[in-house]
């Protein structure tokens, strides 16, 4: 029997009625060259779930998160989002329909203040968004809420290149969120932080949580990943080898031997 048959998956919501599915990938691989860094990874998210994506540095977390986000064409397998193929789209159409995704180095537009970095993504996804139409205004007052949300409204007019580190993450993050996703990929935004900035971004993604947005929520910090995640995934050399319940994927021989035990 397999670690994931074993452990089981429930997917309740909070008004414990099983939430629907919102993302479904099937055996996806991704190969560089002869090196296969994705390898047959079946993943499927409920609507509102938060999931924890862990594994060794290498094991393909990014790579995974490429593949459904449209960074990087899968060579095999197939992704649906809301019932849909999204497979061959374009990165740009995935963040239309509500998938979103923060990078592991944040990747602001350094020449733009921070208002100006929350315009681009809401103009490019929202307001592309057939039957969406928003007024310059109504552009500028949704991100300043944003950036209100975050705790960055008073360095709106700022360059990012005069954020702190936590500062940072949180723009990537408020910069993904702009584009009011339904599914948000955090790649690492907790590397390098303090105790106590870490809790500053697992509260803030909570609280995103609690709006109705499916998380995968991609962390080496244990104690962050116990606190947030309802599921765990593991993967380790580009395979999927556990995928339950936290506590009884964190205590399972094969994954202690494959990755918490190093
Ligand atoms: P993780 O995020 O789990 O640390 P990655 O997904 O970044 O792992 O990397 C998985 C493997 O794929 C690593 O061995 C990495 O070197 C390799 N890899 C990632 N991106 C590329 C790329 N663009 N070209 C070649 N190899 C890559
Ligand atoms: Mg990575």
């Known amino acids: 029997m397999s670690v994931q048959e074993q452990i089981g998956s429930e997917g309740f919501s909070a008004a414990g009625k099983i939430a629907p599915t919102i993302l479904e990938a099937r055996k996806i691989t991704k190969r560089f060259g002869g090196f296969v860094a994705v390898n047959g990874v079946e993943l499927s998210v409920r609507r509102g779930e938060r999931i924890g994506l862990i594994g060794p540095n290498g094991s393909g977390k990014s790579t995974l998160t490429n593949c459904l986000c449209g960074t990087l064409r899968i ?33 602001p537009f350094h020449s733009l203040s921070l208002i100006e970095n929350m315009r681009v993504p809401l103009e490019f996804t929202v307001c592309s968004r057939k039957g969406t139409h928003m007024s310059k205004a109504e552009m500028r007052d949704r991100s300043f809420d944003l950036l209100e949300v975050f705790g960055l409204a008073s360095k709106a007019q700022r360059l990012p290149g005069d954020l702190t580190q936590v500062e940072m993450r949180k723009l990537e993050l408020a910069r993904a969120m702009a584009t009011d996703p339904k599914l948000l990929f955090s790649d690492e935004a907790m590397a390098g932080l303090s105790h ?19 998380i995968i929520f991609i962390e080496h910090i244990i104690r962050a990943v116990m606190t947030f995640s309802e599921r765990l995934v593991v993967l380790v050399a580009g395979q999927k080898i556990a995928d339950g319940d936290p506590k009884s994927v964190i205590e399972n021989q094969h994954v202690i031997e494959a990755y918490l035990g190093q």
């Open 196 to 214: 106590s900035e870490v809790d500053e971004i697992l509260e803030l993604l909570l609280k995103l949580n609690s709006t109705g947005v499916s």
């Open 75 to 107: 060579d095999d397998g197939a992704i649906e989002f809301e019932g849909e193929s999204i497979a061959l789209l374009p990165a740009h159409k995935r963040a239309r329909r509500g998938v979103a995704r923060s990078f592991q180095l944040p990747k």
